[in-house]
């Protein structure tokens, strides 16, 4: 049977050795047929490597994908989900019980605040919220805490703070927390947060890595031991992606750098252009400013010189400010995603974090006048030439 399976993606030609496809192929099969009991039992028992039986036990697309994004991100082993959420659900839950509690940090995705907050608290899984870049009140917190997972956003979305993973993951290991990594804003590119000491990386790959607006997927990235939690709750549940998607994914990975990499030029080009802007911009957050909290270590943990292609900033006024001038953009548009190859603008009030409260919203310094930039891999100046011109219209 393992030869089955590897026959349809090699042809192998006694006079010119093994045949492969260019690009691995999509199966689009959700069953495998199999000749004999014995060989089912054989598959259960782990006897035939390789080999796969239905496509939510896992499937070639997925395995390449996930292979793919941990070698990227030095891990043993990666884990492909049907969505960025599916991943982190599954991080989460593969981690917990009910009774245990989860430490994150004050500033995250909206989506993310909401599953921990409405969803597994109705399973009784806690969640204490701390913020992680006084570490001070990080180092204390999680000593009366005895939290079982620390979940961090490498770059926090929308305000663009960066967590120092070293020393929460330095803190964690003294109380045997495991520490989760939310990592789709920085992507490997910046930063490799298993290097500095995290248990398991997160992405939603619908994001920068797949980079073409036109897939559903996230991924998760650890040690074998954690992983192997992991593909067995996602197969439980599941939450495993596609072929199609996956088959997507990979395809964008080979451009995933070349892309990444222009794009955060753009945006550290943007962000002190609109720093400049001071009459119609009262705040940019990009943590490569010199203005930006923690720019200095950023420039510690992140590679290249680059600090991603996410920015926001507060445009002087309010909601009806912020609606103007993203109404009088011409070419980026308003779209509640990120890491796609044109610019687009979101609002994270009206978006990402909607289901906040006003209060939780005025803790973290989201405002109705915050706009959030995922810059592209255009030419600069058309960019800036747009927005500039978006600026005029009040």
């Known amino acids: 049977m393992a030869k089955t399976c590897k026959k349809a993606t090699s042809i192998d030609d006694s006079n010119s050795g093994k045949i492969t496809p260019a690009s691995t192929p999509i199966f689009q099969t959700s069953v495998y047929n ?3 009991l014995s060989a089912l039992d054989d598959y ?16 070639p697309n997925a395995e390449e994908l996930g292979n793919r994004v941990a070698k990227l991100e030095h891990a043993e082993k990666g884990v492909v989900c049907s969505s960025g959420m599916a991943a ?15 430490l994150a940090s004050v500033e995250l995705y909206g989506g993310t605040s909401v599953l921990l907050c409405k969803e597994l608290a109705r399973f009784g899984i806690r969640t204490s919220f701390v913020d992680t870049t006084n570490l001070d009140s ?8 005895h939290a079982s997972v620390i979940l961090v956003e490498t770059i926090s979305n929308p305000t663009m703070k960066v967590c120092d993973i070293r020393e929460i993951a330095k803190t964690a290991k003294e109380t045997e927390a495991i520490v989760i990594v939310d990592n789709t804003f920085a992507t490997p590119f910046l930063v ?5 000491g995290a248990d398991v990386v997160m992405h939603s790959g619908t994001k920068s890595l797949g980079g073409h607006s036109d897939l559903t997927i996230g991924v998760l990235c650890g040690n074998a031991k954690l992983m192997g939690h992991a593909v067995q709750f996602n197969t439980r549940i599941g939450t495993i992606a596609g072929p199609f998607d996956c088959w997507l994914a990979c395809r964008s990975l080979s451009t995933w750098q070349l892309r990444f990499s222009r794009s955060c030029e753009n945006a550290l080009r943007m962000a002190r252009f609109l720093e400049k802007k001071q009459d ?17 270590l950023a420039n510690e943990l992140f590679e290249k010189g680059m600090y991603g292609s996410m920015l926001s900033f507060d445009i002087r006024g309010g909601i009806i400010e912020a609606e103007k001038f993203i109404k009088a953009l011409r070419k980026a548009t308003l779209t509640p995603s990120l890491g796609s190859l044109k610019t687009t603008v979101s609002h994270p009030g009206k978006t990402s974090h909607r289901h906040l409260t006003p209060e939780q919203k005025a803790l973290v310094g989201i405002t109705d006048s915050m706009i959030r930039v995922s810059v592209g891999i255009e030419a600069f100046d058309e960019i800036r030439d747009d927005f500039n011109n978006a600026f005029k219209a009040f």
């Open 34 to 36: 199999y000749p004999s």
């Open 138 to 145: 990080f180092r204390k917190a999680t000593e009366a805490s």
């Open 88 to 102: 982190l659900f599954v991080a989460l839950c593969s981690n917990l019980r009910t009774g245990n509690l989860v």
């Open 192 to 196: 490799r947060p298993i290097e500095k």
């Open 44 to 59: 259960y028992n782990g006897l035939i490597p390789g080999a796969y039986i239905y496509s939510r036990n896992g499937l």
């Open 280 to 296: 119609v911009v009262a705040r940019v957050f990009y943590p490569g400013l010199e203005s930006h909290p923690q720019h200095e």
